[in-house]
Every structure is written in C-alpha cells, then in structure tokens.
C-alpha cells in the first residue's frame, strides 16, 4: 500500500472518500441527533475522539495481534473508548449526555470507526492512523453539521439555540421530526455527489 | 496452530483486562463528580420550583447551603414533599411535589412548586426524560415551563376536571390553559396528563401538612 | 415504579407508531445496502427479528441480574456487544450444523447483524426506558417486525424503481433515503391509534 501524505488521508477523509456521503456509513446518528446542532457538534467531537483513538491503539497492535480475532479486539478497543467518553459527557456536560441518550453508546456500532480500523489503521503506522481517524471524524462531522444547520434553522428557527429567523415566519417543524431528517441527508448526498461527480467528469476529459 | 490458538487467548485476555482497567479508572475518577451532578441538579430543580433565588453561577457548594438552609423533606403517606421555609425559618413559603408519569417514550420526572395556600403555582421543571431532543425534550425549555408560573389551581378537588390543559400554541385561553408543544402532541398529552394526576393525589396530602 | 405502557401498546408502537427505522433511525447502514429487492430484505429481516427478540431477553436478564448487582453498569455497553456477538455466532452455528437449507437462506446475513446497530440499540433503549422483563420482550419483538416492515416495504418500491429514470447523484442512498422520508411521513399517520394510559 502506497504511503499517503498527511494531506492526501485528510483529503480522501474530508471529501473524496468522505464516510457519510460517499460510503454511505454513520448515518443512524447522521439521522438521529441533527435536529440541534449543539447535540450534533458534541456527536462528532465524540466521534472524532473514539475513531482517532480507536485507529492509533488498533495500529499499535497491528502487528502483534492474531489476525482470527481481530474483530473482537477492535470492538473491545472501539466499547471502551466510548464507554470513556460516555462517563466524561455524564461528568462534564450532563445535561447533553441526556440529550443524546442511548446514541453515545450506539457510536461502538458505528460502521465508520470498525470500516476505519479495518481498513487503514490495520495496516499503517501510528500517526497516519491518528491523521486517518481525525479526518474521517471530522468528515462525518461537517456532513452532520450541515444536516443540522438546515435542520435547526428551518424547523426551530434557531442555529446553535439563537433565534436566528424572526418568530413570525412559520417553522417547518416537519424538519426537526424523522422525515425531515432523510430529506435533508438524502439532498445533501444528491448535491454531494453531482458536484463531486463534475469533478470526476472534468478529470476525464482533461486527463 | 495450537500456539497461535494459546496466544490468542491469553492475548484477548490481557487486553481486556488492560482496557476494563482503564475503563475503572475513568470511571472511579468521575464517579463522585457524576453523582453530586445528580444530586445538585435535583436541589437545583427543587429551588427553582419553590421560587428561591439561586445566584447566576452559582457554585455547588452554595447550592447545597442555600438548600440545607431554606428546604425541609418530609414524607407523607410515602410521598416525599418539600417545604420551602423563609429567610428566618419561621414560616412555609410553599411546598414542592415530585411529578412523574409515562412520557411518550419513557417515563418523565419532574417538581411542581406550589404556594403554602395551595391556591397557585410557583413554578415546574422537568429534570429526567427520554423524549425526542428538540420536540417532546422542549418540556425542559424556559418559555414553555414559564407558563405554569403564577397559575391558579382550581379548587376542583372531587371533581373529574383537569387542573390544567395543554392546547395547541396559540389557542390557550382559559386560566387553565397553556400552550402545548408543536409537533410533541403525545408528550404534551402524556405531560398533561401526569400533572393532573400528582396534583390530584399530592393537594389532599399537603392539606394534612398545613 | 409505574411505567404504565403495557407490553402490548409497546409492541404495537414499536411496529407502527415509533418504528425503530423509520422514527429512531436505528439499523440504517444494513437497510440502505440490503432493500434492494424483496428476497434479501425479507431474509434479512427475518434474522432481525431472530437476534433483536432474543437479545433483548438475554441482555435485560444480564444487565439486571449481573451489572446492576455488582455496580457495573457502565460496561454495559461491553457487555451487550458481547452477548450480541455471541449469540449471532452461536445461531449460525446451530443452523450450519442443523439446517443447511435455512443456512443458505439465512447465514449470509447473520454477520451483517452484530454490527446492525439495531440490535445494540433496542437493548440500550429499553434500559433507558425502564422497561420490564415482559415489555423488553415485547419491545425487541415488535422492533424486529417493524425493522422488516420497513425493509421489505422499501425494498418492493426500490424493485419498481428499477426501470425508472433517477438522476445519477441520486441513485442509491439519495433516492432511498427519500423515499424512507415518505414512508417515515406516511407511518406518522399511524400515531393517532395509539392511547398511552
């Protein structure tokens, strides 16, 4: 496997191979807590945290653990690093533990941080692992945010709990309920994708 | 093929004890801190229902005090009810009742605060639910618990009418109404009905107390 | 405590009302990538309701009988995964071994699931929402149900739509996604028949 560059990882984790709109991973939570972009935000940031050290410890064992189970000790690394981030929520911000509720703990299912772990960090070294886990977190996360932004704003009026939008417009509470969620995610991958076909469609002709 | 079987086994084992480990350790630094967040957020709720000025930011040990000083607990008939007393601990400045009941996806906790003539509402919060973030979960919201706040409560003990109704936004009319929450209609019905209920059954008990 | 929601209204909801893919967006990854054709997502969803009523029961006797007694609720995402994990394997064990037939139909889809989310899900759900032992029961069975519900719906309307013209960024999880948004729209129609006590 050819070495990346930093910037190449950063790059295919922030938008070519972007987890959300491109492999189509992650997107129960995508779904789930993007009515609000505070909630969304503390979503990611978690994400971010298990998947970057999720990838280095997996990567730091790469070579001494056997490959039958490796499965299970890549769920064992992903549970507790999230069962970590669940005490520091209840500890530090309780009020938005609450909100999030059993979608902390469904981050260990999370298909982005398991396809992650399986596919770079298994064969890499530790610090293109860690650039790897960021970005692919930090990829999810911007997808969620703008989810949320459109969300929040369109269905409470709101960005990050600020009024933005003056009370006399009427709110698309349809939005901030489940369908609103799968429209707005699956325009989001239709815009996505047309602009990032284009780009593929220019290669192709210049190349 | 049986040393690569030995070594995965003692491999799996040692990491999960590394990790359990870990895990405990986070867990056991936290766990205090976790717990007194449970219970300075309840306290916190009590004062706030009763009505007793907390100041901005305040610090949990002040909390603490201002609770130790101003609020009692006593259990009638296995209800625990709070009872707020003055500034010198003479006299009962109100009284507040644990709500709870089904929410629409589980069960909801909250504290009604009311005045020592049993006649209105200090104030409610909400502190432990499962409803949906940023719809049923607005009950926790400012604008919508502000609403109860001053409220009279019906002397309808004995009869079958509600103490209170949740009505869309914007129709509340009668001084027993309030507004509901858009797109929550199973919380606000589920919400509604778990407040007529602990009124009806706590007013009787804190009769006996006055 | 009373809860108040009997089993049966719980697993009527779980179906209907508050449909676990459609309302709680639990098990998207599989559902997206399987309702392709009615076969696969029927297979897929029979395994579901398998593991997901299964599960629940193991994990609420595990959570209740051995993390709460010992102080150890905070693995109880561990725990679960594990009990989750291993009975998949044990199943397709059991059916390797006793019925090759179902094997065929079935196995496949068997791996697929430990890391449904569903299933990790329901469980987490259901501790949250302090369901007893009857309702936990109820709420795993009734999830499975109206998971395939929604996986065999999606995937009869995704094979008509497999002669139609969709734009090319939105074929696959675009027009899936919103088509599951109409579906979603259309099943909250169904919250008016349920009347919580």
């Known amino acids: 496997m050819a070495k990346l560059t930093s ?40 994400l971010i945290f298990v998947t970057a050290l999720s990838n280095v410890t997996v990567s730091i064992l790469r070579n001494i653990t056997p490959t039958r189970i490796r499965m299970m000790v890549q769920t064992l690394i992903i549970a507790s690093y999230v069962i970590i981030v669940d005490i520091l929520l209840k500890a530090y911000l309780p009020d938005i533990s609450e909100a999030l509720g059993a979608y902390v703990g469904l981050i260990i299912t999370n298909c982005i941080i398991m396809g992650r772990c399986e596919a770079f960090a298994r064969q890499n ?16 996360a911007l997808v969620l945010l703008a989810v949320a932004f459109f969300r929040e704003t369109a269905g409470f009026g709101s960005v990050f709990g600020l009024p933005v939008i003056p009370s006399e417009w009427t709110r698309w509470t349809i939005m901030v309920m489940p369908p609103g969620a799968f429209f707005m995610l699956g325009v989001i991958i239709w815009v996505v994708r047309s602009i990032g076909d284009k780009e593929l469609k220019k290669d192709e002709t210049t190349s | 093929m ?14 999960t004890l590394i990790f359990t480990v870990v895990v405990t350790a986070v867990y056991e630094i936290h766990v205090d801190r976790i717990e007194v967040n449970e219970k300075i957020k309840l306290q916190k ?5 009763l009505d007793v000025p907390v100041p901005e930011g305040a610090e949990d040990r002040e909390v603490l005090d201002i609770f130790n000083k101003r609020v009692k607990s006593k259990d009638v008939e296995g209800n625990t009810i709070y009872i707020a007393t003055s500034e010198n601990g003479e006299s009962v400045e109100g009284y507040a009742i644990g709500l709870q009941g089904p929410g629409f996806w589980g069960p909801v906790y909250g504290m009604m605060g009311i005045s020592p ?10 502190y432990k639910h499962s409803e949906t973030p940023g719809l049923g979960g607005r009950i926790t919201e400012f604008w919508f618990i502000d609403q109860f706040k ?36 199973g919380t606000s019905r589920a919400v509604e009905r778990l407040i007529n209920k602990d009124l009806r059954r706590s007013l009787p008990l804190l009769a006996q107390l006055r | 405590m009373e809860v108040g929601l009997s089993a049966f209204v719980i697993f009527f909801a779980a179906i209907f009302t508050n449909n676990i893919l459609l309302t709680n967006f639990l098990g998207m990854c599989s559902f997206l990538a399987i309702s392709r054709e009615v076969n696969s997502s029927l297979g897929l969803g029979l395994a579901v309701i398998f593991v997901m009523t299964w599960t629940s029961a193991l994990n609420y006797l595990v959570y209740y009988y051995l993390l709460v007694p010992s102080n150890l609720t905070q693995f109880r995402y561990i725990a679960f995964i594990i009990v989750i994990a291993a009975f998949v394997q044990l199943v397709e064990m059991i059916i390797e071994r006793y019925s090759p037939v179902l094997y065929v139909v079935l196995g496949v889809f068997l791996p697929l699931i430990t890391v449904n989310c569903a299933i990790l899900g329901v469980c987490l759900f259901m501790i949250i929402r302090d369901y007893n032992f009857l309702s936990s029961i109820a709420y795993g069975a009734g999830g499975g149900i109206g998971w395939t519900l929604a996986i065999v719906a999606m995937g009869g309307i995704r094979q008509k739509l497999a002669n139609a013209k969709i734009p090319k960024p939105l074929e696959g999880p675009g027009i899936t996604l919103i088509i599951a948004g109409l579906m979603a729209l259309a099943f909250m ?9």
């Open chain 1, 7 to 46: 910037q190449a990882i950063i790059i295919k984790g922030l938008w070519t191979d972007n987890p959300v709109f491109r492999q189509i991973l992650g997107i129960c939570s995508a779904l789930a807590v993007t009515n609000l972009m505070v909630n969304t935000l503390i979503m990611g940031l978690s």
């Open chain 2, 117 to 126: 003539q049993l006649d209105r509402v200090l104030g409610i919060a909400f």
């Open chain 2, 150 to 185: 001053g409220k009279k409560i019906g002397d309808i003990q004995g009869e079958q009418k509600p103490f209170f109704r949740l009505k869309s936004p914007g129709t509340a009319k009668a001084s027993n109404e309030v507004d509901a929450i858009t797109g929550a209609t």
């Open chain 2, 45 to 49: 709720i009590i004062l706030q229902v």
């Open chain 1, 125 to 140: 070294s530790v610090w293109p692992s860690f650039v790897d886990g960021i970005a692919s977190g930090v990829g999810y």
């Open chain 3, 189 to 197: 129609g169904f919250s008016g028949m349920i009347q919580i006590q």
């Open chain 2, 2 to 15: 049986k040393k690569i079987r030995r070594f995965s086994i003692y491999y799996m084992f040692l990491l």
